[in-house]
Nanobody
Framework: QVQVVESGGGLVQTGGSLRLSCSASGSTFDIAAMGWYRQLPGKQRGLVASITKIGSSTNVADCVKGRFTISRDNLKNTVWLQMSSLKPDDTGVYYC??????????WGQGTQVTVSS
């Protein structure tokens, strides 16, 4: 089992920045990749960015490319999402995802990000 806890959401003005953090505990040795997803109002949850544990290969959604950066520290079992140049369209609930080599997924409880215009 893996426990996932996010932090760092909040209210920010357009153009501002936020950094989300996600810490994993438990059977973290089996984690293959970590990622951030978001659920915008009225939309389905979608990938924002992901990063592999080995090699740090990243996958970033086109809509946030150049504005958001994902990074991780394997020793701390932590992954971050640095969000800059935030827009009201970025408003939503952001979820951390941890995926094992076997394909099992663990989710955090979500953290609200609100960007005011």
């Amino acid at each position: 089992q893996v426990q996932v806890v996010e932090s760092g959401g909040g209210l920010v003005q357009t153009g501002g920045s936020l950094r989300l953090s996600c810490s994993a505990s438990g059977s973290t040795f089996d984690i293959a990749a970590m990622g951030w997803y978001r659920q915008l109002p009225g939309k389905q949850r979608g990938l924002v960015a992901s990063i592999t544990k080995i090699g740090s290969s990243t996958n970033v959604a086109d809509c946030v490319k150049g504005r958001f950066t994902i990074s991780r520290d394997n020793l701390k079992n932590t992954v971050w999402l640095q969000m800059s140049s935030l827009k009201p369209d970025d408003t939503g609930v952001y979820y951390c995802n941890e995926r094992t080599y076997a394909g099992q997924e663990y989710w955090g409880q979500g953290t609200q990000v609100t960007v005011s215009s």
